[in-house]
């Protein structure tokens, strides 16, 4: 089991470039959720997937798209990318939506926008 | 709205203890998490504890709950260099929704 993986691992960006963060889990997880990570605040969430065909806005959905492809992927798009995007994301899987359903996250992409 | 709050920085000697303090303010939370961050790596779950229970024990972890305070901490004994992360607070009132707090840094000096 490979987990939750996300490509790219690194990335800069000029602003209004555009690109695709890939995310993919093997553990047949229903859920999946996109987080932001920023200096001295906690991970906010971007966008989520409670299965696969749904997706649902989060606390921070301005400026992102997203697509849940299958249940295995979780895409996220920054259309034109501004230096506020600037941060480190994560994506997320979880089976079902109980307190005690764990949250695996893939080891993050650095974004850095020009 | 929600909030989880943690103080930024701890540092402690090897062998000591830690404790990592988190306070949040959503009285109908239902489940309290603390994750540990490694250097260029996700988010992982260290323990979790119901809202009904004041205290759970996972070797050499200890969490604390006083929900009239809306107080959690983290006690980690005996703690190694390996231990040095980003401890991350975390609650949630069951659902989508996980509120995170900013994470506390670990430093244990050798």
């Known amino acids: 089991n490979a987990g939750v993986t996300q490509t790219p691992k690194f990335q800069v960006l000029k602003t209004g470039q555009s690109m695709t963060l890939q995310c993919a889990q093997d553990?047949?997880?229903?859920?999946m959720y996109w987080y932001r990570q920023d200096p001295g605040m906690g991970l906010r969430l971007i966008y989520y997937?409670?299965?696969?065909?749904?997706?649902d806005k989060g606390e921070v959905p301005n400026g992102y798209n997203v697509s849940r492809l299958n249940k295995r992927e979780f895409s996220l798009r920054l259309e034109s990318a501004a230096p506020s995007q600037t941060s480190v994301y994560f994506c997320?899987?979880?089976?079902?939506?109980?307190?005690?359903?764990?949250?695996?996250f893939g080891p993050g992409t650095r974004l850095t926008v020009t | 709205g929600e909030d989880v709050e943690q103080s930024l920085f701890l540092s402690v000697r090897e062998g000591d203890s830690s404790v990592i303090n988190c306070t949040y303010t959503?009285?109908?939370?239902?489940?309290l998490y603390w994750y540990k961050q490694e250097p260029g790596a996700g988010l992982q779950l260290l323990t979790y504890?119901?809202?009904?229970?004041d205290m759970k024990q996972d070797q050499r972890l200890t969490v604390l709950l006083n929900k009239k305070d809306k107080h959690l901490s983290l006690r980690i004994a005996d703690t190694q260099t390996g231990d040095s992360a980003i401890y991350f607070c975390?609650?949630?009132?069951?659902?989508?929704?996980?509120?995170f707090g900013a994470g506390t840094r670990l430093f244990v000096k050798a």
């Open positions: 553990m047949n997880h229903n859920s």
């Open positions: 997937s409670a299965s696969e065909g749904t997706t």
């Open positions: 975390a609650e949630s009132t069951g659902g989508f929704k996980t509120i």
């Open positions: 504890i119901f809202s009904n229970m």
């Open positions: 997320a899987s979880r089976s079902g939506t109980s307190g005690k359903d764990e949250q695996y």
């Open positions: 959503d009285s109908s939370s239902t489940y």
